[in-house]
C-alpha cells in the first residue's frame, strides 16, 4: 500500500471484478480497408519498395479470420500466471508502491526537456544545438510543450515504483489497468517502452494510450529501463558500468546500463504478470524513437514472449537484432518521412532484412510527418497500433512469409 489519499493497493485493485471489453470484427475490418487506402510512400534504392507492405499485409491478411476466432476466447477463464522468468522472481514486489496519476503531475511531467512537442512553448528553453549531427541535441530544440488535460482514462494511470535489486536503486513505472478489469478473465498487456530523455510518465501519456487501451481491453507497462537514456539492452561501445550496481552474473563485473535497462524492463513485466491475470498469449512490444530500437533488440532477443511488436520511429534489425530471431514476430513498422533524429532509411534497411527473411510485417510511412509530433499528438496514428495488436497473436501465429523459389 503505498502513500496519499490517491494511493493504491495493486493486489486489491488485481482482484476487482468486472466485465471485459473485447475487441471486435469491426475493427479489423476497418484496419484492413484502411490499410488498401493508405497514402503510403515506400521508396528504397533496391526498387523492392513497393513489395515490402504488400507481402507482409499478404501474409498477414490470411489469418484475419483465425485471429477474430480467437478474440472470442478473450474472455476465457483465467490461469495462475507465471511471471516472466525465475531470474526477475526474487526482486517481484520489494518496496511496490503506486498511486494514481493527477492533473499536478501530468502538467509537471510536460516540463523536463526533449520532450512534448505540440508547439505550446514553455519556458525556460533548452539551449540550442550546434551540432547538426547530434540526435539528442536536435531534439533539445524543439519547443517543451503543455500537457492537455487529462482525459478520463488518463487519470487511471499508475505512477508506481520499485525496488530494483540488481541497481540498488529504485525504479519507476507506469501502469494503466482497464476500469472494468475482471481477474477471472486473461487480459492483453502491451510494454510500452520509451525514447531517449523521456520518462515512462510521459510515454504512457502519448494521446490516445490509455483511451485505446481502456477501449479495447488492455493493460499497458511503460518501464523505466533503468534511466531515460537506458537503451533498452543493445550494447553500444564501451560498456557503462554502474557503481552502486551488485555484480552481473553474466559477467562478473558490475551491471552496466545498457544491462540494467533490459533487467529492469523485464522484471517489472513479470511483476506485472504476476500481479495480473494476463494472457501469455498476448503480450505485445511497441516503442517510439530509442524505444523503437528497443523494441527491434527485446523483440528478437526475447521473441517467444511476444505476440506482435510495434518499432516506431526507430531502427535497429542488424547484429544485435538479427531479422532471423523476428521471422516468427508479427511486426508493424511505422516512421515519418520528414524524421529529421532518426531517419526513415533506419526504418526502411530494417524493413528489407525482415522481408528478406519472410517475416510477417507491415510497414506505414507517412508523408511530411516529423519524429515525435505525429506519435505523440497523433491519435489516429497511434490507433493504428492498437488495430495491429487487436490482429495477432501467438494462439493465430501461423509463422514466416513462404519464399519463393529460386
Same mark, same amino acid.
Given at each position: 500500500?503505498?502513500?496519499?489519499?490517491?494511493?493504491?493497493?495493486?493486489?486489491?485493485?488485481?482482484?476487482?471484478? $468486472?466485465?471485459?471489453?473485447?475487441?471486435?470484427?469491426?475493427?479489423?475490418?476497418?484496419?484492413?480497408?484502411?490499410?488498401?487506402?493508405?497514402?503510403?510512400?515506400?521508396?528504397?534504392?533496391?526498387?523492392? &519498395?513497393?513489395?515490402?507492405?504488400?507481402?507482409?499485409?499478404?501474409?498477414?491478411?490470411?489469418?484475419?479470420?483465425?485471429?477474430?476466432?480467437?478474440?472470442?476466447?478473450?474472455?476465457?477463464?483465467? #490461469?495462475? *500466471?507465471?511471471?516472466?522468468?525465475? #531470474?526477475?522472481?526474487?526482486?517481484?514486489?520489494?518496496?511496490?508502491?503506486?498511486?494514481?496519476?493527477?492533473?499536478?503531475?501530468?502538467?509537471?511531467?510536460?516540463?523536463?526537456?526533449?520532450?512534448?512537442?505540440?508547439?505550446?512553448?514553455?519556458?525556460?528553453?533548452?539551449?540550442?544545438?550546434?551540432?547538426?549531427?547530434?540526435?539528442?541535441?536536435?531534439?533539445?530544440?524543439?519547443?517543451?510543450?503543455?500537457?492537455?488535460?487529462?482525459?478520463?482514462? *488518463?487519470?487511471?494511470?499508475?505512477?508506481?515504483?520499485?525496488?530494483?535489486?540488481?541497481?540498488?536503486?529504485?525504479?519507476?513505472?507506469?501502469?494503466?489497468?482497464?476500469?472494468?478489469?475482471?481477474? !477471472?478473465?486473461?487480459?492483453?498487456?502491451?510494454?510500452?517502452?520509451?525514447?531517449?530523455?523521456?520518462?515512462?510518465?510521459? *510515454?504512457?501519456?502519448?494521446? &490516445?494510450?490509455?483511451?485505446?487501451?481502456?477501449?479495447?481491453?488492455?493493460?499497458?507497462?511503460?518501464?523505466?529501463?533503468?534511466?531515460?537514456?537506458?537503451?533498452?539492452?543493445?550494447?553500444?561501445?564501451?560498456?557503462?558500468?554502474?557503481?552502486?550496481?551488485?555484480?552481473?552474473?553474466?559477467?562478473?563485473?558490475?551491471?552496466?546500463?545498457?544491462?540494467?535497462?533490459?533487467?529492469? !524492463?523485464?522484471?517489472?513485466? &513479470?511483476?506485472?504478470?504476476?500481479?495480473?491475470?494476463?494472457?501469455?498469449?498476448?503480450?505485445?512490444?511497441?516503442?517510439?524513437?530509442?524505444?523503437?530500437?528497443?523494441?527491434?533488440?527485446?523483440?528478437?532477443?526475447?521473441?517467444?514472449?511476444?505476440?506482435?511488436? !510495434?518499432?516506431?520511429?526507430?531502427?535497429?534489425?542488424?547484429?544485435?537484432?538479427?531479422?532471423?530471431?523476428?521471422?516468427?514476430?508479427?511486426?508493424?513498422?511505422?516512421?515519418?518521412?520528414?524524421?529529421?533524429?532518426?531517419?526513415?532509411?533506419?526504418?526502411?534497411?530494417?524493413?528489407?532484412?525482415?522481408?528478406?527473411?519472410?517475416?510477417?510485417?507491415?510497414?506505414?510511412?507517412?508523408?511530411?510527418?516529423?519524429?515525435?509530433?505525429?506519435?505523440?499528438? $497523433?491519435?489516429?496514428?497511434?490507433?493504428?497500433?492498437?488495430?495491429?495488436?487487436?490482429?495477432?497473436?501467438?494462439?493465430?501465429?501461423?509463422?514466416?512469409?513462404? *519464399?519463393? !523459389?529460386?
Amino acid at each position: 500500500m503505498c502513500r496519499g489519499a490517491k494511493s493504491v493497493d495493486l493486489a486489491r485493485m488485481a482482484g476487482r471484478q $468486472g466485465k471485459q471489453s473485447c475487441p471486435t470484427p469491426g475493427f479489423a475490418r476497418g484496419f484492413w480497408d484502411w490499410c488498401a487506402s493508405l497514402p503510403v510512400q515506400i521508396r528504397d534504392d533496391t526498387g523492392s &519498395g513497393g513489395d515490402i507492405m504488400k507481402r507482409g499485409i499478404g501474409r498477414l491478411t490470411g489469418v484475419v479470420g483465425a485471429a477474430l476466432l480467437a478474440m472470442a476466447g478473450c474472455a476465457t477463464s483465467g #490461469e495462475p *500466471q507465471q511471471i516472466a522468468s525465475a #531470474e526477475t522472481a526474487a526482486s517481484v514486489a520489494r518496496g511496490l508502491d503506486c498511486s494514481f496519476l493527477t492533473e499536478a503531475d501530468a502538467a509537471a511531467s510536460a516540463g523536463v526537456p526533449n520532450v512534448a512537442h505540440d508547439g505550446v512553448r514553455l519556458d525556460p528553453q533548452p539551449p540550442p544545438s550546434t551540432d547538426p549531427n547530434d540526435a539528442i541535441a536536435q531534439r533539445a530544440n524543439i519547443p517543451r510543450s503543455a500537457q492537455p488535460p487529462l482525459t478520463p482514462s *488518463q487519470t487511471r494511470i499508475l505512477m508506481c515504483g520499485y525496488e530494483l535489486d540488481a541497481a540498488n536503486a529504485r525504479m519507476p513505472f507506469a501502469l494503466f489497468v482497464p476500469d472494468n478489469y475482471d481477474p !477471472a478473465k486473461k487480459w492483453p498487456l502491451i510494454v510500452d517502452l520509451h525514447g531517449a530523455g523521456v520518462t515512462p510518465l510521459q *510515454q504512457i501519456l502519448f494521446d &490516445g494510450t490509455t483511451d485505446f487501451a481502456q477501449r479495447d481491453g488492455y493493460i499497458v507497462l511503460a518501464p523505466m529501463g533503468f534511466s531515460t537514456f537506458g537503451g533498452w539492452g543493445p550494447p553500444r561501445g564501451t560498456p557503462v558500468l554502474v557503481e552502486t550496481a551488485d555484480i552481473n552474473p553474466a559477467t562478473g563485473e558490475k551491471w552496466a546500463t545498457n544491462a540494467l535497462s533490459e533487467h529492469d !524492463a523485464l522484471t517489472v513485466l &513479470g511483476m506485472v504478470r504476476d500481479k495480473f491475470n494476463v494472457d501469455p498469449d498476448r503480450i505485445y512490444l511497441m516503442g517510439h524513437s530509442m524505444g523503437g530500437f528497443g523494441t527491434f533488440f527485446l523483440g528478437a532477443k526475447h521473441n517467444s514472449l511476444w505476440a506482435g511488436i !510495434a518499432p516506431i520511429a526507430g531502427g535497429g534489425v542488424g547484429p544485435n537484432a538479427p531479422a532471423e530471431a523476428l521471422k516468427g514476430v508479427p511486426v508493424l513498422v511505422m516512421h515519418g518521412a520528414e524524421d529529421n533524429v532518426v531517419r526513415k532509411e533506419s526504418s526502411r534497411a530494417s524493413v528489407r532484412a525482415l522481408q528478406a527473411v519472410g517475416a510477417q510485417h507491415i510497414y506505414l510511412e507517412f508523408p511530411g510527418l516529423e519524429h515525435e509530433f505525429f506519435i505523440r499528438r $497523433g491519435r489516429e496514428n497511434l490507433e493504428k497500433v492498437f488495430h495491429f495488436f487487436n490482429l495477432v497473436s501467438r494462439k493465430t501465429n501461423v509463422g514466416p512469409i513462404p *519464399q519463393p !523459389a529460386p
